[in-house]
Structure formats: C-alpha cells, structure tokens
C-alpha cells in the first residue's frame, strides 16, 4: 500500500484529492498537513511514501519544504501539487529534488498514476512539461535571464508580474513589506530591468505568468 500525506493549506483541495484517491485500492491517504511546517513535524513522527505537495503556501513555500525533506529524509518521494503552469516552476522543483510535477487541473487519473510512479522511484513528467524540458535545451539566454534569481525571488518576480502589489504578497508569503520590498530591489538589479512593467513585460514574453 502507497502511504500518502497531502500538503496543501486549502481544506477543500485536501478533501478532493482523498475522495480521489480513496477510490484506489493500492493508495491510501495515512495524513494531512496544512503548512510546511506541519508537514515536516509529520514526517519527522511517521513515515510515508509520497508526499503531494503544494507550492504556495503562507511562511514555508513548497521548494523551502522540499528542500528541507531532501536534508534529513531523502528517501521521501515528493510530487508538487501546484495551480502553477510548468514554464513557472517545474525545472526548478526537479532540480530541487522532486520526483515530479503536476497541475491541478490534471484529471484523476493522471493524479493517481503519477502518484504510483513517483512511489516507484520513477521521475513523473507529464507529455507538456517533457515538450517544455525539450525546448529549454537550445533555449535562448534571454529565456534563462530569470534562472539567477533565487527561488523565493522567482517567486516573488512572478507575483509582481502577475499585477499583485508588495503588500498583497507580503501577506500571501506572511512576510515583512520591507523584506518584499528588498526582494524586489534585487530582483531588478539582478535582471538589470528598472521597474515592474519591464520584469512584467519579460515574464509575460517567457510564458512565465498565465
């Protein structure tokens, strides 16, 4: 049987992924988290297969938490979770050590065979993300401009450029306004741009907001 947690911090995503996977007869979900905080207590306690793993979440994000498994329990397998198309984060979490990504809006049996594969030790791709991987091996360098930044300044880069203001995502990441807006000095210094509608501009030409 594949033990599975689901890391998510809406109740409701939590609730239809286990009525998904409830259907299964070789998975069963053994727990639930709403942090990554939580989720590394869990795994500290207990032991699992799988874990599902959502990206955005208030205080420790997905790749912070994934990082954090990869240190002290390595054997986990971890599969994010996320609403987030592939050209945003999927190269990042695989190089980070997850075993794959998935959207979402993948219909249940997509969700339940990556689940499976990913407990077998095998990396889950999907046919869009493995077509993305493809094309970034002669991508351009304009295209790879945003793989300097840091994890959590790409992830505030994309929020700004999906039109939320410092405030909104110092709140949404449960951080100071000051450090969203120290963030945001070095992301522009770093992609040499000056304002948000030039790192706008960029994330919208390299598919990196919906």
């Known amino acids: 049987m594949i033990k599975v947690i689901i890391v998510d911090d809406h109740s409701v995503v939590r609730k239809g992924l286990r009525q998904i996977i409830e259907e299964t007869n070789d998975i069963v979900v053994a727990d639930e988290a709403s942090s990554g905080y939580e989720l590394l207590e869990r795994i500290r306690e207990k032991n699992y297969d799988v874990v599902l793993l959502d990206i955005s979440m208030p ?83 304009e295209a790879a401009k945003h793989e300097i930044l840091s994890d959590r300044e ?8 999906s039109g939320k203001t410092v405030r909104e995502i110092a709140e949404e990441l449960a951080l100071s306004i000051n450090t969203i807006s120290t963030y945001r000095i070095r992301i522009l210094e770093k992609m040499n741009m000056k304002s948000n509608a030039e790192l706008t501009h960029y994330a919208i030409r390299n598919n990196l907001v919906e």
């Not at 969700?111 to 970034?136: F, H, M």
């Not at 790409?154 to 450029?161: E, L, N, P, S």
């Open 154 to 161: 790409f992830q505030v880069m994309c929020m700004i450029a």
């Open 59 to 141: 205080g420790k994000d997905g790749l912070d938490t994934l990082k954090e498994i990869r240190n002290f329990k390595p054997d986990i397998k971890v599969l994010m979770f996320t609403v987030y198309p592939e050209e945003q984060y999927a190269v990042r979490v695989l190089k980070a050590g997850a075993y794959g990504y998935i959207n979402k809006e993948s219909e249940p049996d997509e969700i339940i065979g990556a689940i499976r594969k990913v407990s077998q030790g095998r990396k889950y791709v999907s046919p869009e993300l493995a077509e993305l991987l493809a094309a970034n091996i002669g991508s351009s360098a």
